[in-house]
């Protein structure tokens, strides 16, 4: 589901749910997923990501960095609704390190998880429901602060935003 590509198109991120192959096995709400693509356009089996990328909650991939060299993740504790973002930066060596909570001020998570958007100079695009919405859900902007912190979410108006439900917002 939901496949998120690296930029030079060489990976490809997804997740799977409630598959046996996943690190909270068959009842799994969703695990983080790869393939790479070979020379002749080919991609390899999936493979299972592992931990520390994946738990027994639902862990996904939203974004990649232009370099390759960063994932935004979010995970959601099995049992929780909570979706916490976070980032993984790949060591020296290549591998994935452990996922790191980003900040977001201001922002109480509210509603069904939807897809987030970082564009290149790292400016957020997310939906949430609440009490500033327009309808369901909408879209909000937020500015970094520093590598791990972003601004309170703006609510992006209803230029963007309907009366009905926002979301997967993608520039």
Sequence with gaps: REPIPSADGGTLYFWRRETPFNTGGAKDPGDIWMSTK??????TSAVNMDRPLNSNGHDFVWQVSAYHDTLWVN???AGSDDAVPAYVVKDKSGQWGKPRPIRIKGFEYKGNYKDYFMTP?????????GSKTHGGSDIYVC???????????????????????DDAPYL
């Design 121 to 129: 100079q790292r400016i957020l695009l997310l939906p949430n429901e």
């Design 75 to 77: 995970q959601t504790q």
């Design 38 to 43: 070979l020379s002749n356009g080919k991609f």
């Design 143 to 165: 500015f970094p602060i520093n590598d791990t912190t972003w601004s309170e979410p703006l609510n992006m108006g209803t230029t963007i935003n309907s009366f009905g439900d």
